[in-house]
């Protein structure tokens, strides 16, 4: 089968630090680490990610630092068997790549409010108008299921974060259920939640076997394919056992 999505457009971005934010569900840690792939794979610099995810405990960018690290990406997490901690000891080292400003950092962060209270922790690190805050839009997810939720969710985030969105990632997916139509529709929305706050669909993403079955010509936006690298425990669990 031919690989459609060597069709699209790549993801463009205005600045080198970009925030990845998305509720539970919304597919934003598997969003991150294939975006940390593809900067690593396409531009020039160093690329490191993040793993700002506090609330879920199985599909963290964490869990693919060893996969990135043969990339050449550095993964900003606590050492040795401290890897599972989380904030505080995270904040300083996090802070200092901001304000370095070397390369290209990925930020994986959870959309909701403990989410947003990582990013206030963080905000006087950014420089103001040099950085991407981008929000992960699952049309399966409650609070991004229509405009004016994702209004809502938007505006709370702002709020809390001390920080601006600049754009919108159509993610829209049912794990293993996901079709075409699943893609579309989220497409839609995304596209509805664009025209309404004025901020623009950075990219769509979809595993490389949905976007096969779609004709490039239906969509004009840049796309990410994402290759899973996040499994469940049991998924894991599966593919040690076939291997032996």
Do not use: C
Request: aromatic fraction near 6%; glycine fraction near 8%.
């Amino acid at each position: 089968m031919v690989d459609k999505s060597t069709t699209y457009r790549h993801p463009v971005f205005n600045h080198d630090t970009i925030v990845i934010v998305g509720g539970y569900g919304s597919g934003k840690s598997e969003v991150s680490v294939n975006l940390a792939r593809h900067l690593a794979a396409t531009g020039p610099g160093p690329v490191s990610i993040a793993d700002l995810d506090v609330i879920n405990p199985y599909f963290r960018s964490r869990e693919a630092a060893e996969e990135l690290a043969r990339l050449g990406i550095k993964s900003l997490i606590p050492p040795g068997d401290q890897v599972y901690a989380d904030l505080p000891i995270l904040i300083p080292n996090i802070k200092s790549a901001i304000q370095a400003g070397t390369g290209r950092l990925v930020l994986d962060v959870g959309g909701d409010d403990q989410g947003a209270k990582v990013l206030s922790a963080l905000a006087d690190a950014f420089r103001p108008g040099k950085y991407e805050l981008l929000l992960v839009l699952n049309a399966h997810r409650p609070f991004t299921a229509d405009v004016a939720s994702t209004q809502r969710l938007i505006v709370e985030i702002e709020a809390v974060s001390r920080l601006k969105f600049t754009g919108v990632i159509a993610n829209t997916h049912l794990m293993d259920d996901t079709t075409v139509e699943t893609v579309l529709r989220g497409l839609e929305l995304a596209g509805a939640v664009s025209r309404a706050t004025g901020l623009r669909i950075v990219f769509f993403s979809a595993t490389r076997n949905i976007v096969n079955q779609i004709r490039p010509e239906e969509i004009d936006f840049p796309l990410l394919p994402l290759d899973r690298s996040l499994l469940k425990p049991w998924e894991k669990k599966t593919i040690r056992d076939d291997a032996q």
